[in-house]
């Protein structure tokens, strides 16, 4: 069983800040960390390799600090890392992205073992889109399974995997044939701390780098800004609100409460209640 979980570096969420002159992301000083969504798609991977000695390698597309976080994931217990960085993947939306990521999964299925099951999170949180993962599934004609919430049974004699896929309005159950693609919700599993001889690997470890060369059969014309067709036309930053807020002072419950009945009587809150 060859498990491929794809993973993306993002900036963390809680640093994000926006260039009010171009609009654009502010990268620089923030910190980068493994997108949260991937880390319990690679929790699920290392599950069934505890449980079935499946084999686990981990896939990123980016710039070569991304190796950061692919070593990361090498604590934590994955097998192999392979990081897809080259200038000529710059600047890809999730219609160049899933085309090379997909490239990289038939890649790895051909030159290490074939893939049974790609684990990827259900969006990114720089992107916030969840079309990467779909989009990958589609190319390599593999079945896929969106908003995975638990993975009931994974059959390496029958080739199936059985999934609770969360709905808006349910539940629903689906089984169904090896190879697949999932994307996995935070309610599949808690994600595991590296491991002391994890973080020892890993920091020897050297991931696999591919580049634009390669890939023989790559379309040039795919990747990078040439193959993205989105346009970013305008973002913003909403206004910040402002709140007033007062403290109301008092001795014991009684006071306290009573003068916090008489500062509400005496604003617009009753007329709005229709107290009045």
């Known amino acids: 069983m060859h498990i491929v979980v794809c993973i993306k570096q993002v900036p963390d969420s809680r640093e994000i800040r926006i260039d009010p002159v171009t609009n654009t992301l502010v990268r620089q000083g923030v910190p980068a960390i493994v997108n949260y969504y991937d880390l319990h798609g690679l929790e699920e991977a290392l599950r069934f390799k505890d449980e079935m000695g499946a084999r686990v390698t981990v896939v990123s597309m980016g710039p070569p600090s991304a190796e950061k976080a692919l070593r990361q994931c090498i604590s934590m217990g994955a097998d192999e890392a392979v990081l897809v960085s080259d200038r000529g993947f710059a600047g890809a939306d999730t219609l160049a992205t899933s085309y090379v990521v997909a490239m990289t999964v038939q890649k790895v299925a051909t030159e290490m073992e074939p893939v049974d099951v790609v684990f990827c999170g259900k969006q990114t949180l720089d992107g916030d889109t969840g079309q990467v993962g779909p989009g990958v599934a589609c190319r390599l004609d593999y079945e896929q399974m969106t908003y995975v919430e638990k993975v009931v ?28 693609l999932i994307t996995v919700l935070t309610e599949l599993n808690k994600p595991r701390r590296a491991s002391l001889p994890g973080v020892l690997r890993a920091a020897k470890y050297k991931p696999i780098v591919w580049s634009t060369n390669d890939f023989p059969d790559l379309d ?57």
């Open 220 to 276: 040039r014309s795919k990747i990078g800004l040439k193959g993205s067709p989105t346009i970013v036309s305008k973002t913003w930053v909403p206004e910040p609100r402002k709140v007033n807020t007062e403290m109301i002072a008092a001795d014991g419950v009684e006071a306290l409460s009573a003068a916090l009945i008489d500062k509400l009587w005496n604003t617009d809150l009753p007329t709005r209640l229709g107290w009045s």
């Open 153 to 180: 049974e994974l059959n390496e004699k029958e080739r199936t995997v059985t999934v609770h896929r969360h709905l808006e309005d349910g539940v629903e159950v689906v089984k169904t044939k090896l190879p697949v």
